[in-house]
């Protein structure tokens, strides 16, 4: 009996031990300036944006984001279909060992479809991002405003000529409505 249970007490401190040398994704993921856009009178969805710096020397994966404040949380990009912007959903974002990877307006995001009530400025949302590894981490963000957003986003459109169809976005989002 009494070495049953000296076996026994070796494999669970064997485990835990291994288990501890595993650092899990969530833990090894910075995040640093997060914040989602204030939802405008009448828009089907926000979205969160932030940087993710990865400490480890393995490339971690998000595959996928929740929020109370949304019906529907998707991890998207921008692709440039024959010159129109186009917003797609993505199965994960990848942020390289020992890099960074910027979710910004106009490239990769994670859209808050179906906010359950407006989205204001100074409010506090968060969003859970879930790893690869089945790890999470939630992140605590403030809501900035669309319109100052807009206003400096569009100085750079024009100096570069580039235009988004913003028509089409919000057609997209409607989408996800249905």
């Known amino acids: 009996m009494k070495k049953t249970l000296s076996i026994l007490t070796l494999s669970v401190i064997t485990s835990l031990t291994s288990l501890a040398a595993m650092a899990n994704e969530a833990e090894e993921a910075n995040i640093s300036a997060p914040f989602a856009r204030e939802v405008p009178p009448g828009a089907p969805a926000s979205a969160s944006f932030m940087t ?3 400490k480890s020397n393995k490339p971690l994966k998000i595959t996928s984001a929740e929020s109370d404040v949304a019906k ?4 998207h990009t921008h692709t440039n279909d024959n010159g129109v912007m186009r917003m797609r959903q993505i199965p994960f974002i ?5 890099g960074k990877t910027e979710l910004k307006p106009g490239g990769l995001h994670i859209m808050l479809i179906g906010p359950h009530k407006p989205l204001k400025m100074g ?3 968060k969003v859970k991002l879930n790893f690869e590894d089945g790890s999470s981490k939630t992140v605590s963000m ?3 405003s669309f ?3 807009m206003m400096n986003h569009k100085m750079p459109m ?3 000529n580039h235009q988004h169809n913003h028509e089409q976005m919000m057609e997209h989002s409607h989408e996800h409505m249905n």
């Open 123 to 125: 409010q506090t949302v």
């Open 94 to 98: 990848e942020v390289p060992a020992g």
């Open 158 to 160: 024009h100096e570069h």
């Open 142 to 144: 403030p809501v900035k």
């Open 147 to 149: 319109k100052k957003m």
């Open 72 to 75: 529907t949380v998707e991890l």
């Open 52 to 54: 993710i710096e990865n």
